[in-house]
């Protein structure tokens, strides 16, 4: 089974603070997201990476970046933390091209428990 | 832009009841996929569905893609307490097919 692990299942942080959160994924799969996921407005992509030191843009990145150093761990950095990023926070993983058996759009996505994050 | 419309919104349901839970959009999609989310959790995939008209089940679940691929709809007989959840319908990106695009989600709680 896919094993995604994210590295807090809460966590509280100050304003003004430096946040990271980690995901880490043992299948070595290609694609990894971050989301996140509020009340009302379901889940919201805020960054992903394609491959090793690849990222792009989802429909939130504001006041968060992305690291991805190597292939299994992904990471969410809140550059300076603001109330309004408290949230549950959710890790996913994906195969990509190398899942030549399965059409992009059709491959699952794999989630981790999820970090609830609270800044003060 | 593509919206998925999930409804209801809120079900709360007796222990043994049937229970329908829809997805709706006006684009055409090439699949979509049903996920569900106990509390405390992430998402799960339950099933992906390709083939307008396609019926597919899992165990008590029915699931049901449109014969025109723009909805859909899951079924579950006899709920159980442990269907308790949040089942989410998410579709490709035209745009970009590595990401998907989410329903905000039907929350569902079975009651003894």
């Known amino acids: 089974d896919v094993k995604v692990t994210q590295s807090s299942r809460y966590l509280v942080k100050r304003t003004g603070e430096k946040v990271f959160l980690e995901c880490v994924q043992d299948?070595?799969?290609?694609?990894m997201f971050w989301y996140r996921q509020d009340p009302g407005l379901g889940l919201r992509l805020i960054y992903f990476?394609?491959?090793?030191?690849?990222?792009e843009k989802g429909d939130i990145p504001e006041g968060y970046s992305v690291s991805r150093e190597k292939k299994e761990r992904f990471s969410l950095i809140l550059e300076s933390a603001s109330t309004n990023q408290t949230s549950m926070y959710l890790c996913?993983?994906?195969?990509?091209?190398?899942?030549?058996?399965?059409?992009?759009?059709?491959?699952?996505?794999?989630f981790g428990d999820g970090t609830r994050l609270s800044i003060l | 832009t593509q919206l998925l419309e999930q409804s209801p919104q809120f079900l709360s349901i007796q222990e043994g009841e049937n229970l329908t839970v829809y997805c709706n959009s006006s684009s055409v999609f090439s699949s979509l996929q049903w996920y569900r989310q106990e509390p405390g959790e992430g998402p799960v995939l339950l099933v992906t569905v390709v083939t307008g008209g396609e019926v597919k089940k899992l165990k008590r679940l029915t699931f049901q893609f449109g014969d025109a691929r723009k909805d859909s709809s899951l079924h579950i007989t006899a709920a159980q307490p442990g269907d308790t959840g949040l089942y989410l319908c998410a579709v490709v990106n035209a745009g970009n097919n590595r990401k998907l695009i989410w329903g905000l989600g039907t929350s569902l709680a079975v009651n003894p």
């Open positions: 990476s394609y491959d090793v030191k690849m990222k």
């Open positions: 299948m070595d799969h290609e694609n």
């Open positions: 996913a993983s994906s195969w990509g091209l190398r899942d030549r058996t399965t059409p992009m759009g059709n491959q699952p996505q794999h």
